[in-house]
């Protein structure tokens, strides 16, 4: 079956330090991974993708994400928190549906709280 | 591009009553999602439409869960004699199908959250 685990609850991090949110991934075949962002009582917003080619994606806000098949890893990576950053992030990998949709299997979120 | 949208934003109803949610997707998204959300979880997906079909749904939609997409356009979800288990926020999303198979993006409405008491 096609998971992923976000190993971490929590993360802490200063403003203006680098951040790392980790996920890693379980998939039979090449996996198609994607990291949303939820703030309190929102829908989830989409942040980057991973499909094919360059190991490092660029996404939305300064955020990009590492993707490491050896590790069978996708950590969300940003050079400079920012105290708006802190919020709820979730990893997700693409599962196949009949007549061609995809359903996202999410990870259980990490909370990413940057102070001052 | 106005995004997807849900109404209502909150429901609060007693155990054993009806409610339906709408959603209105990204216009000519073609695929169209419901997942579930509970307190401390990632969302999960319960059903999906390809334009009025609904190709796909989820052990987790027990019998008193129906959805429709009427036109190809927007979605309603409802339920039937709620129970206390139903309190979740349900989430929308919408993607339009792309070249490559699985590489659409899901875009999510703000979710309608759901109190059975």
């Known amino acids: 079956a096609q998971s992923v685990a976000q190993p971490e609850d929590q993360v802490n991090v200063a403003e203006g330090n680098p951040l790392t949110v980790k996920c890693t991934y379980s998939?039979?075949?090449?996996?198609?991974l994607f990291w949303y962002v939820q703030y309190p009582n929102r829908g989830l917003q989409f942040l980057l993708k991973y499909i094919t080619g360059d190991n490092l994606v660029k996404g939305s806000y300064g955020f990009e994400a590492e993707f490491n098949k050896s590790q069978t890893s996708f950590h969300l990576k940003k050079p400079s928190a920012l105290v708006s950053d802190s919020a709820l992030y979730f990893c997700?990998?693409?599962?196949?549906?009949?007549?061609?949709?995809?359903?996202?299997?999410f990870g259980t979120g990490t909370q990413l709280k940057v102070e001052l | 591009d106005t995004g997807v949208s849900q109404d209502p934003r909150h429901k609060i109803t007693k155990r054993g009553q009806n409610v339906t949610f709408r959603c209105d997707p990204i216009?000519?998204?073609?695929?169209l999602y419901w997942y579930r959300q509970t307190l401390g979880q990632g969302p999960e997906f319960l059903t999906y439409?390809?334009?009025?079909?609904?190709?796909?749904k989820s052990r987790l939609l027990s019998d008193r869960f129906s959805a429709e997409r009427p036109k190809g356009s927007f979605s309603t979800l409802e339920i039937q004699r709620t129970e206390q288990g139903d309190s979740a926020m349900y989430l929308c999303?919408?993607?339009?199908?792309?070249?490559?198979?699985?590489?659409?993006?899901?875009?999510f409405g703000p979710g309608t959250r759901l109190t059975v008491l």
């Open positions: 999303a919408s993607s339009l199908t792309s070249g490559r198979a699985g590489t659409d993006t899901q875009y």
């Open positions: 997700a990998v693409r599962v196949p549906l009949t007549g061609g949709g995809n359903k996202l299997t």
């Open positions: 216009s000519e998204h073609n695929r």
């Open positions: 998939v039979s075949g090449n996996p198609y």
């Open positions: 439409f390809q334009n009025e079909a609904q190709l796909e």
